[in-house]
Nanobody
Framework: QVRLVESGGGLVQAGGSLRLSCAAS????????MGWFRQAPGKEREFVAT????????YYAESVKGRFTISRDNAKNTVYLQMNSLEPDDTGIYYC????????????????WGQGTQVTVSS
């Protein structure tokens, strides 16, 4: 069982930056693939980024590639999402999630979810 708590969301102007954090409970954080997803009002939850067990492998949605960076600190049981050059289309609730096995971009493959943190980008 893994409990995930996101933080770091807020209101920012277009072009600005935010850093999201996701703190995980439990001793086996390093055995989970971690992902970030987001959901805008009226839209389905979509993949943003995922990171492998050691942090060596990362994958991004095309819409955020070059602007967002996912990282993890296994000693602190925390995964991060650095978001730069934010755009109004990045607005939504951002969720972190955990799964075992292989990396995946599908929300359905993830077993544990946080409660989400709101990111609002104004134009």
């Amino acid at each position: 069982q893994v409990r995930l708590v996101e933080s770091g969301g807020g209101l920012v102007q277009a072009g600005g930056s935010l850093r999201l954090s996701c703190a995980a409970s439990g001793r086996t954080f390093s055995s989970y693939i971690m992902g970030w997803f987001r959901q805008a009002p009226g839209k389905e939850r979509e993949f943003v980024a995922t990171i492998g067990y050691t942090g060596a492998r990362t994958y991004y949605a095309e819409s955020v590639k070059g602007r967002f960076t996912i990282s993890r600190d296994n000693a602190k049981n925390t995964v991060y999402l650095q978001m730069n050059s934010l755009e109004p289309d990045d607005t939504g609730i951002y969720y972190c999630a955990a799964k075992s096995g292989l990396t995946s971009q599908s929300p359905a493959d993830y077993d544990y979810w946080g409660q989400g943190t709101q990111v609002t980008v104004s134009s």
